[in-house]
């Protein structure tokens, strides 16, 4: 009897790693720089994100969109392991949205979006030397410091993914393993009498 519930729990236990290897094929992001719902006075040089997987330069897109739905991509994305990057180019002040869309290793697309508020906008055109100075200086509340404050719109972040369901398959097939190897006990004892 001792034999029977260690090939069961063995059972159980190597089903419970099948599930994992699947899992692992399926890219997600795992950070960006700037975070999601950001806000910032300075603009960035760059975004990146970062993946849990290493993104294929052939089958990765991203976009950054800021106010009134201008582009603001300031050329090609740069690969580097994990991580992808990309030139931005900043305009108004307002909400710039980060699209992204690649193919994981299984075939599955996966895309979402990470959204940050940039404070302030394209400085003015510069006046020239000859021209006169204004009396106006900026009020000081423009300039806004960076915070951890939350967007004011939903950062709605979602990704093409099974929601991370895989735990639940695996969980699901740990019980039907146990309630089977049970049963197998069960029925052993019950012949033994």
């Known amino acids: 009897m001792a034999r029977t519930w260690a090939v069961v729990l063995g059972v159980v236990a190597a089903s419970a790693l099948l599930p994992a290897a699947p899992a692992a094929a399926h890219n997600s992001l795992t950070g960006s720089d700037p975070r999601d719902g950001a806000r910032l006075a300075a603009a960035p040089e760059r975004i ?9 330069e052939a089958t990765t897109e991203v976009t950054v969109t800021g106010p009134d739905n201008v582009a603001a991509t300031g050329g090609a994305p740069a690969f580097a392991g994990k991580r992808v990057t990309v030139p931005f180019r900043p305009g108004a002040a307002g909400l710039y949205i980060v699209t992204y869309r690649l193919a994981s290793d299984d075939g599955h697309p996966v895309k979402g979006e990470i959204r940050f508020t940039l404070t302030t906008g394209t400085p003015a055109e510069s006046p020239s030397a000859s021209a006169p100075p204004t009396s106006a200086a900026p009020a000081p509340s423009t300039a806004l410091p960076t915070s951890a404050a939350p967007s004011p ?3 709605a972040a979602g990704a093409d993914d099974d929601g991370g369901t895989g735990w639940l398959w695996a969980a699901g097939a740990v019980v039907v393993l146990a309630a089977l190897g049970g049963g197998l006990l069960l029925r052993r004892r019950a012949a033994r009498r």
């Open 48 to 56: 990146e994100l970062r993946f849990l997987a290493t993104p294929k």
């Open 153 to 155: 719109t939903p950062a």
